[in-house]
T-cell receptor, first 115, second 113 residues
């Protein structure tokens, strides 16, 4: 069953703690992305990776870190330096290059709440 | 970088009427424009997309138009149904330099039965 999965679905964190959100895909996509979604706002890009062992900052990377050790996995760590981490986090993946569909496929999301 | 603006932020229509959502973008190098539908608590899903070498694309009740000169594109939904109620996002990307999407802020569409 192909797709992109995220875990956990809900996550609660105390202030000052780091937490890691999981994202896995079996679509054989080279590119993976992390977005943050806040009420009334669009999706804002945190980090993206177009190939294993390489990633770039998006528009709101401060307070976040990522790794891309495997093609299938792109975990996001929300560090204590992120001032307002409560949000809905979405992971996505896509093929790279200009041929074929440019669609990004989204995971079901993780809702992070800081207590 | 790219800046995408989307209007209106909320839209209510009677069932059977048409709905139009408009987006503008700033980077003339953008060449791919997808539209996503997101139901409450769910993941965004692609409903239609258009490349910069095409001016219009239709898929049943949904159509997208693109004006490259004016740098704007629009989503048209005809014969709206209650199940069309959702938040719709437009996005722009340059597939020649990676596929990073720049999203609009979304339009909450309500179709009144």
């Amino acid at each position: 069953d192909g797709g992109i999965t995220q875990s956990p679905k809900y996550l609660f964190r105390k202030e000052g703690q780091n937490v890691t959100l999981s994202c896995e895909q079996n679509l054989n996509h080279d590119a993976m992305y992390w977005y943050r979604q806040d009420p009334g706002q669009g999706l804002r890009l945190i980090y993206y990776s177009q190939i294993v062992n390489d990633f770039q900052k998006g528009d709101i990377a401060e307070g976040y870190s990522v790794s891309r050790e495997k093609k299938e996995s792109f975990p996001l760590t929300v560090t204590s330096a992120q001032k307002n981490p409560t949000a809905f986090y979405l992971c996505a993946s896509s093929i790279t290059g200009t041929s074929g569909s440019g669609e990004q496929f989204f995971g079901p999301g993780t809702r992070l709440t800081v207590l | 970088g790219e800046n995408v603006e989307q209007h209106p932020s909320t839209l209510s229509v009677q069932e059977g009427d048409s709905a139009v959502i408009k987006c503008t973008y700033s980077d003339s190098a953008s060449n791919y424009f997808p539209w996503y539908k997101q139901e409450l608590g769910k993941r965004p899903q692609l409903i239609i997309d258009i490349r910069s070498n095409v001016g219009e694309k239709k898929d049943q009740r949904i159509a997208v138009t693109l004006n490259k000169t004016a740098k704007h594109f629009s989503l048209h939904i005809t014969e709206t149904q209650p199940e069309d109620s959702a938040v719709y996002f437009c996005a722009a990307s340059n597939r020649n330099t990676g596929n990073q999407f720049y999203f609009g802020t979304g339009t909450s569409l309500t179709v009144i039965p």
